[in-house]
T-cell receptor, first 113, second 110 residues
Framework: DAGVIQSPRHEVTEMGQEVTLRCKPISGHNSLFWYRQTMMRGLELLIYFNNNVPIDDSGMPEDRFSAKMPNASFSTLKIQPSEPRDSAVYFC???????????FGSGTRLTVV | QKEVEQNSGPLSVPEGAIASLNCTYSDRGSQSFFWYRQYSGKSPELIMSIYSNGDKEDGRFTAQLNKASQYVSLLIRDSQPSDSATYLCAGGSGYSTLTFGKGTMLLVSP
């Protein structure tokens, strides 16, 4: 299996622009997670999908953030408009269930200038 | 609020020594625990899981769980410079997502 695939690996954008991060989970995994990692706050769960349905989005910082999972093999995290404080590494992870071991993608390093 | 606490380190050990990494958790409902290794600039990689009280060994790694004390640890025997990384502890249950600690940085000197 190719693992969890994320794109792009790096994204540099100007404040106010829309940013879309993409994720392909491992085939057969029914749980998908979006995390944000910073030095100060560590790994923060943004949103969790189960069987393509958003279950918990309480970690989404504000309305500028949105996430979708139109099918079992694809998810997006969108930030519109982006702000410098959104600069972080964003990870997608998938698992057979929410309490099991998660497999992380390579991450997207986002820099908003 | 569910919390997983780890000493941020760095924990410095010489090559060949035993590295001991510790973690405490607040949620008594947590049933499953995981250790992830994260190299600088890379993604977290699952290295150990433990579900029952006691020890679980896998090669040079031993995970230890004490649910009464809400304590999880990871021992790395014969530490190598390639073990230098940040180690993340995570806990959860079938009813909740995993809660991650902020990680302990381990430095193994040759």
């Amino acid at each position: 299996d190719a693992g969890v695939i994320q794109s792009p690996r790096h994204e540099v954008t100007e404040m106010g622009q829309e940013v879309t991060l993409r994720c392909k989970p491992i085939s057969g995994h029914n749980s998908l997670f979006w995390y944000r990692q910073t030095m100060m706050r560590g790994l923060e769960l943004l949103i969790y999908f189960n069987n393509n349905v958003p279950i918990d989005d309480s970690g989404m910082p504000e309305d500028r953030f949105s996430a979708k999972m139109p099918n079992a093999s694809f998810s997006t995290l969108k930030i519109q408009p982006s702000e410098p404080r959104d600069s972080a590494v964003y990870f997608c992870a998938s698992s057979f269930n929410r309490g099991g071991g998660y497999t992380f993608g390579s991450g997207t390093r986002l820099t908003v200038v | 609020q569910k919390e997983v606490e780890q000493n941020s380190g760095p924990l410095s050990v010489p090559e060949g020594a035993i590295a001991s990494l510790n973690c405490t958790y607040s949620d008594r409902g947590s049933q499953s625990f995981f250790w992830y290794r994260q190299y600088s600039g890379k993604s977290p990689e699952l290295i150990m899981s433990i579900y029952s009280n006691g020890d679980k060994e896998d090669g040079r790694f031993t995970a230890q769980l004490n649910k009464a004390s809400q304590y999880v640890s990871l021992l790395i025997r014969d530490s190598q410079p390639s073990d230098s990384a940040t180690y993340l502890c995570a806990g959860g249950s079938g009813y909740s997502t995993l809660t991650f600690g902020k990680g302990t940085m381990l430095l193994v000197s040759p």
